[in-house]
């Protein structure tokens, strides 16, 4: 198991913004597989934040342990590739014909078919890793309102004993950052160093919906504090910034539990889907729908979503990130562009 993460490829090749990432899906087949739609997602995260919040996803599995010298339950969960092979597939339908056929009536939970589909979007469509390469996914909701301070810069990690019973520090192969329906809320940041003297690029990657940001798994980031703009008419002061985080990892992390199944109903829409969904659309409606489109830091000069900003001022701007407010020296014509990218020249 390695410790360290590779580091030759660039920052802007590290980091990606995906528009209008989840899609709905075309037909009855595609309802029934790994297809997952934004109302379906945004109704998963409300449920999960109520559940949270009434403190029933705190509670250990019986099956869980503590080791020791641990003080909490870590608030992740773990969704596991699936390994086989095409034929041990096979092999195994046909013995287990009438099994499945019981199977089918506990429906599949809508986390699980996000992981699956979002796997396969950053392995085999935007190649950011490769099948092979990880074990599985690491899931989490993060919940923060309006007049909460915004999650602190940190590296997401795990410390874990090798052989020889040394610590040490293991990161995520990569990490993502869905922001369902949210739109409210300070920016996402990802630097390239964990140090103020040695970062030199920076990327603010604001709330939108349906927009998920990807970046290497031991990047240093956070939440900036909210833009200081005029609230919107009818806009309420109180909101909640809810994103939903997933971490690739090579091998699977000891803090990462198996999601608490039996707190769910079978029947509930916001965490499994019935084969009769009604939210699929036909042909008619594809100009309805937007198509995924690729934000990339490589070609930010043509693209106007993002602002590009050059500075030698590093050093001056170190309170304003400290304070995790960049907005204190960013000009106010950087607020109409919803991913910043800065780079210091010195």
């Known amino acids: 198991r390695e410790n360290k993460m590779n580091r030759s490829s660039s920052f802007e090749d590290s980091v990606r913004v995906t528009e209008n990432f989840l899609r709905p899906p075309k037909s009855d087949c595609d309802a029934d597989d790994a297809v997952v739609a934004l109302d379906e997602i945004d109704a998963?995260?409300?449920?999960?934040?109520?559940?949270?919040?009434?403190?029933?996803?705190?509670?250990?599995?019986?099956s869980e342990s503590l080791i020791d010298g641990e003080e909490f339950v870590s608030g992740t969960y773990f969704w596991p590739k699936k390994t086989k092979t095409k034929e041990e597939d096979e092999e195994d339908n046909k013995e287990e014909e009438e099994e499945k056929k019981e199977k089918t009536k506990k429906k599949r939970m809508i986390i699980e078919k996000y992981c699956e589909q979002l796997a396969e979007?950053?392995?085999?469509?935007?190649?950011?890793?490769?099948?092979?390469?990880?074990?599985?996914?690491?899931?989490?909701?993060?919940?923060?309102?309006?007049?909460?301070?915004?999650?602190?810069?940190?590296?997401?990690?795990?410390?874990?004993?090798?052989k020889d019973k040394r610590k040490?520090?293991?990161?995520?192969?990569?990490?993502?950052?869905?922001?369902?329906?949210?739109?409210?809320?300070?920016?996402?940041?990802?630097?390239?160093?964990?140090?103020?003297?040695?970062?030199?690029?920076?990327?603010?990657?604001?709330p939108r919906a349906n927009r998920l940001f990807t970046f290497r798994g031991d990047m240093w980031h956070g939440v900036c504090r909210e833009e200081n703009s005029e609230r919107k008419e009818?806009?309420?002061?109180?909101?909640?910034?809810?994103?939903?985080?997933?971490?690739?990892?090579?091998?699977?992390?000891?803090?990462?539990?198996?999601f608490p199944?039996?707190?769910?109903?079978?029947?509930?829409?916001?965490?499994?889907?019935?084969?009769?969904?009604?939210?699929?659309?036909?042909?008619?409606?594809?100009?309805?729908?937007?198509?995924?489109?690729v934000i990339s830091l490589k070609t930010a000069d043509d693209d106007e979503r993002v602002f590009k900003l050059k500075s030698d001022e590093?050093?001056?701007?170190?309170?304003?990130?400290?304070?995790?407010?960049p907005s204190a020296f960013l000009e106010p014509s950087t607020?109409?562009?919803?991913?910043?990218?800065?780079?210091?020249?010195s």
């Not at 029933?56 to 019986?62: A, F, V």
């Not at 607020?335 to 020249?345: A, F, M």
Request: proline share 3%; glycine share 4%; net charge negative.
């Open 44 to 62: 998963f995260l409300t449920e999960y934040v109520r559940l949270f919040d009434q403190g029933l996803l705190e509670k250990k599995n019986e």
């Open 121 to 162: 979007y950053v392995a085999e469509e935007q190649k950011l890793l490769t099948w092979e390469s990880f074990a599985g996914c690491e899931w989490w909701v993060q919940d923060v309102a309006h007049d909460e301070p915004p999650k602190a810069y940190h590296t997401d990690c795990v410390l874990e004993e090798d």
């Open 168 to 206: 040490k520090k293991y990161y995520p192969l990569l990490s993502t950052v869905y922001y369902g329906k949210t739109e409210r809320g300070g920016a996402t940041v990802a630097f390239d160093e964990e140090e103020y003297d040695a970062m030199r690029k920076c990327v603010l990657v604001k």
């Open 234 to 258: 009818g806009e309420e002061d109180a909101y909640q910034r809810v994103t939903l985080l997933v971490n690739f990892w090579k091998e699977r992390p000891s803090c990462a539990r198996d």
């Open 261 to 293: 199944r039996e707190l769910f109903s079978d029947d509930s829409s916001s965490f499994s889907r019935s084969s009769g969904f009604s939210g699929r659309r036909g042909d008619d409606d594809d100009e309805k729908v937007p198509e995924r489109e």
């Open 314 to 325: 590093r050093k001056a701007h170190f309170a304003a990130w400290e304070a995790q407010n």
């Open 335 to 345: 607020s109409s562009s919803s991913v910043v990218l800065i780079e210091y020249t």
